[in-house]
């Protein structure tokens, strides 16, 4: 059974996260613009003995890895590492639900039922 957090704990847990999940973001972003240059990148390195932008890649490739594991290990799960989406298990009225926040958010201001995913994101004032 995943970790389960209260409004009060999430919210202390975020403060940490919040700063990793912004990272996570941005390497994301840099990630997915120099994705055309990857391949052509891969083929030249093999050949010649290494390429910049796939040392300076690898380098966000293990950043990121470390960063999302930094973040799980708090029993935040991570939905989307491009829009720095998380959620939070928690319980409402006895059953598991996801507190939810994403970068750019003040707070967790949202939850939904698992199934509902962030589509069904319900504000917090009816939690």
């Not at 930094?70 to 409402?92: E, H, S």
């Not at 970068?103 to 009816?126: C, K, L, N």
Request: charged share 25%; glycine share 8%.
């Amino acid at each position: 059974m995943p970790r389960l957090f209260t409004l009060e704990m999430a919210t202390v847990t975020l403060e940490f996260i919040r700063p990793l999940m912004e990272e996570v973001v941005e390497i994301s972003r840099r990630i997915i613009a120099n994705q055309p240059e990857i391949w052509p990148a891969i083929e030249k390195s093999a050949g010649n003995g290494g390429n910049p932008t796939l040392s300076r890649l690898a380098k966000d490739f293990d950043h990121l890895d470390d960063l999302i594991h930094q973040v799980q290990a708090t029993g935040a799960i991570i939905k989307d590492i491009a829009t720095g989406l998380l959620d939070f298990p928690a319980l409402r009225n006895e059953q598991e639900v996801y507190l939810c926040w994403k970068v750019g958010e003040d707070g967790i201001a949202y939850w939904h039922e698992i199934e509902a995913g962030f589509a069904g994101r319900q504000s917090m004032d009816d939690f």
